[in-house]
């Protein structure tokens, strides 16, 4: 019988010489960089801070590529877009207490939306450690506890010799399915301190694969094979499990008709016969689900924006698959299984019969059409050519990243993502800001692609600081900024509301002139130009920035 410490490899005469003589000045912050090009990190992201001046100086002795922002938050974005693009995990290097604090909202981001970054930050000396209260700059009681409500794990180094396995653990964690940012802490003196300890060399943190149990998926096989209106809603799961063929090929197989949530979008081809797009902030597909005898719901919780803001009441039998166990039956009593998408569909397809039902492309038309004729009597032709005008500039695999911005809400559901992994939005914690900061992420993962950010001028205001970011590296990041004046769904909202609005009209600057002084081109567009405009953008390389001003409005919605 072979044991796992039979197979420890045994190092070479030429690695115990180098082992035994590491190179002379090395220190913690060393070991940092070391263990993440261990890991196989090409990329960091982050900002410099005092604490981490260590961290930061080994960089220059590592082949890692840093790219920096100007705002640790947007430091944040990008390295969760990173890890979206690529399914690698993406290290962020961050300072200490303010600086620190800054990256929440971009970890909540990370967290809501599976995005697997490492989050490396300082901390105040290793003596004031545990609310000592020594009075340290940026000193935090608890600067952990900060972060434990957000992050999947915490992580806390007091000594040089745990940097690598304290690291390789956060590695691990992050990239176990569902994928998720952690958060290491590193004091300022062990960051300093000199080394003596050998050259990190490659390490393996491989996370264990979250496989669905046999007897659950064969009951589901079961069910969706004789059921006589399956239904199948794919999530953010799909896409983060590279799952979306498997889903097809199970949809095809069953002909179940499926619906994207705005985190699942191209998870499922948009103009499939089987696909009924992305419209659940629609009563018609609401009533549709809810019609369904059996539910295959794969990677999603049914949260509040998949289920139509908690209208959806499902008649038939719900089967979710879930790698976040604590999002089996959150919202709805069903046959859990705890699994990776992928590996669960896989199970499925094994031993599911194959089911015919011609009817069930009639009933996916019907359900569109009548979505279709509930939005064209609303006087919404603007808003559609808008939309239309950005997919038609948009390569069909380039990413885009969407705000919180009454466009991007339009496209949750009228856009056609053509591909998986295409198109993503702050729609997991729904903070303002990302778009921008999340596409030179994107950027930097991939060069191949153009990218495409799409921000209102309110969110657009979080991010003007990384047009030098943009400017700097040079990014091939076209910039999509619609003016409105305002927060203009917040603006919509209240004056639905209450009948008038407050606190949302902005004073905004002359956005083209603005980009042009950081040496980013811009051009002003209208709706006509806006498709031209955008492709040439695109077509570009380097940054760029559009401006569409315009007053867009929302469909009505069905929940209220």
């Known amino acids: 019988m072979t044991h796992d410490h039979d197979l420890v490899l045994r190092p070479t005469p030429a690695q115990i010489e180098a082992a035994l003589n590491p190179p002379p000045g090395r220190t913690g912050g060393d070991l940092v960089v070391e ?10 992201f982050g900002l410099p801070g005092q604490h981490v001046l ?9 082949p890692l590529r840093y790219v920096g922002l100007r705002v640790e938050n947007n430091a944040g974005f990008a390295a969760d877009a990173y890890g979206r693009i690529t399914g690698e995990a993406a290290p962020l290097l961050l300072s200490t207490g303010p600086g620190a604090l800054l990256s929440l909202a971009a970890l909540q981001e990370a967290a809501a939306a599976s995005a697997p970054v490492v989050a490396i930050a300082g901390q105040v000396p290793v003596a004031g450690l545990g609310g000592g209260r020594r009075g340290h700059l940026h000193e935090l009681r608890d600067q952990q506890a900060s972060f434990r409500d957000v992050v999947k794990s915490v992580h806390t180094v007091r000594t040089p010799s745990q940097i690598p396995s304290v690291i390789a653990a956060a590695w691990e964690s992050a990239l176990t399915a569902p994928h998720g940012p952690v958060w290491v802490e590193i004091p300022q003196d062990v960051l300093t301190a000199e080394t003596t ?20 998926t064969a009951v589901a096989a079961h069910l969706l094979a004789h059921a006589e209106r399956p239904v199948i809603v794919a999530g953010g799961g799909v896409v983060r499990s590279d799952a979306s063929g498997k889903l097809r090929a199970l949809a095809e197989r069953i ?22 797009q992305s419209w659940l902030e629609d009563r018609h597909t609401t009533d549709f689900l809810e019609d369904a005898d059996v539910l295959l719901v794969v990677g999603s919780g049914l949260g509040e924006l998949s289920s139509n803001y908690h209208t959806f009441a499902p008649r038939g039998r ?9 999002k089996l039956e959150s919202n709805h009593p069903a046959l859990g299984i705890h699994a990776d998408a992928r590996l669960a569909l896989q199970a499925i397809l094994e031993t599911v019969g194959e089911r015919t039902d011609p009817t069930a492309p009639e009933r996916v038309a019907a359900v569109l059409g009548r979505v279709r004729d509930r939005i064209a009597a609303q006087d919404l032709g603007l808003e559609q050519r808008v939309v239309a005008a950005v997919r038609e500039a948009l390569p069909a695999r380039a990413p885009s990243f969407w705000d919180m911005t009454i466009l991007a809400y339009w496209a949750w559901s009228a856009f056609d993502a053509r591909h998986p992994n295409t198109m993503h939005s702050a729609q997991g914690a729904g ?41 700097q590296y040079g990014l091939d990041v076209t910039w999509l900024i619609v003016d409105d004046g305002g927060y203009g769904i917040l603006r919509e909202y209240m004056t639905d509301a209450y009948g008038e609005a407050t606190g ?43 401006v569409l001003p315009a007053l867009l409005r929302m469909f009505e919605p069905t929940h209220l």
Not at 35 to 44: E, I, Q
Not at 54 to 62: I, Q, T
Not at 442 to 451: E, G, H, I, K, M
Request: aromatic share 6%; glycine share 10%.
């Open 54 to 62: 260590g961290m930061f100086d080994a960089l220059r002795r590592s």
């Open 197 to 216: 300890l050998p050259v990190v060399t490659a390490m393996d943190a491989t996370p264990e694969d979250v496989v669905p149990r046999p007897e659950l």
């Open 504 to 546: 949302t009209e902005l004073t905004r600057p002359d956005f083209v002139a603005l980009a042009e002084s950081f040496g980013v081109p811009a051009v002003l567009t209208t709706p006509d130009t806006l498709a031209t405009d955008l492709a040439k953008s695109l077509a570009t390389p380097g940054p760029s920035v559009v």
């Open 318 to 326: 719900v089967i979710q698959i879930e790698a976040d166990a604590g």
């Open 35 to 44: 263990t993440l090009s261990g890991l196989g990190a090409t990329t960091v």
């Open 255 to 276: 002909d179940a008709p499926v619906v994207t949530t705005f985190g699942g979008k191209g998870a499922f081809p948009w103009k499939h016969p089987l696909s009924l």
């Open 431 to 471: 903070g303002l800001g990302y778009a921008f900061p999340a596409a030179l992420g994107a950027a930097v993962a991939d060069p191949s692609q153009p990218v495409l950010a799409v921000s209102g001028d309110g969110g657009a205001m979080y991010s003007l600081a990384e047009l030098a970011t943009a400017r």
